[in-house]
């Protein structure tokens, strides 16, 4: 208690300018621990919300019923968010008819390229804040510290005699910025290279979905269909047997 007593009555014996670096720093604290609290929350969501879907996606279920689903919940986020892009620019696009295959899965990748550049968008906001705060705290620290040390020195100007007593508290209120830098820092950082490494991971598997699900899309875009008429049953299975038809959205429902 004492030792906390000690450091508010620093900062507020400080000098305006080292104040004013303090101020900046719990500021930029207080805005990085907010970002990694909100940020720890959707990464974990999202995660779980992979696992899901692909746990769905994967049963061998019509994926039409499963994209009619996503759709009426509205506002699919994370791989449903992919698939919905995808699977409907697929329907779409087969509806039309007269479409060559390749045109068909290349549509449909495209669709969900933009659905997954949303996505990652979405799970980087504010990472870059985070960043920033990790990279400048400490020199803005330095700076504050800089500061209050050459404050301390150019008082001994006006005394007779320098000791360490006379600048030993400009010299500590100084350093004080150089502990709240850190302070702010290092949580920083140590958020910012975890939270990128699980967008990275996030990505891969989205990648690895896109993949997957274009080799399903590929296998039914190449049995050709009247043109007009709806698509068919699709199913993550090596065949559409035993499902029953089920027509699709077409164009009506297209972001």
């Known amino acids: 208690m004492n030792g906390q007593l000690s450091i508010i009555r620093l900062v507020i014996q400080a000098s305006i300018?080292?104040?004013?670096?303090?101020?900046?720093?719990?500021?930029?604290?207080?805005?990085?621990w907010a970002i990694i609290f909100r940020k720890r929350l959707l990464l974990g969501r999202a995660a779980r919300e992979a696992d899901q879907f692909e746990s769905n996606f994967w049963s061998g279920g019509d994926l039409a019923q499963?994209?009619?689903?996503?759709?009426?919940?509205?506002?699919?986020t994370g791989m449903a968010s992919i698939?919905?892009?995808?699977?409907?620019?697929?329907?779409?696009?087969?509806?039309?008819?007269?479409?060559p295959a390749d045109q068909l899965l290349e549509?449909?990748?495209?669709?969900m390229r933009v659905a997954q550049l949303k996505e990652i968008d979405r799970l980087e906001h504010n990472l870059a804040t985070l960043a920033t705060v990790g990279s400048t705290s400490p020199y803005v620290g330095l700076f504050g510290t800089v500061w209050g040390i050459m404050t301390?020195?150019?008082?001994?100007?006006?005394?007779?005699?320098?000791?360490?007593?006379s600048v030993a508290p400009g010299i500590s209120e100084a350093l004080v910025t150089t502990a709240i830098g850190l302070f702010a820092?290092?949580?920083?950082?140590?958020?910012?290279?975890?939270?990128?490494?699980?967008?990275?991971?996030?990505?891969?598997?989205?990648?690895?979905?896109?993949?997957?699900?274009?080799?399903?899309?590929?296998?039914h875009a190449t049995r050709g269909a009247p043109a007009a008429s709806p698509v068919g049953p699709v199913t993550t299975g090596a065949s559409a047997g035993g499902a029953s038809a089920v027509g699709v959205p077409g164009t009506a429902g297209a972001r």
């Open 17 to 32: 300018p080292v104040q004013i670096v303090i101020g900046l720093l719990l500021l930029a604290s207080l805005t990085s």
């Open 66 to 76: 499963l994209y009619r689903a996503i759709e009426s919940h509205g506002g699919a």
């Open 83 to 99: 698939f919905e892009f995808g699977f409907r620019e697929f329907a779409r696009q087969r509806q039309q008819g007269s479409i």
């Open 107 to 111: 549509g449909a990748r495209r669709a």
């Open 152 to 165: 301390a020195f150019s008082s001994l100007g006006d005394v007779q005699q320098a000791t360490l007593a």
């Open 185 to 219: 820092a290092i949580p920083a950082v140590v958020a910012y290279n975890r939270f990128a490494d699980q967008v990275n991971r996030l990505e891969g598997r989205f990648d690895a979905f896109m993949e997957e699900f274009s080799t399903i899309l590929q296998r």
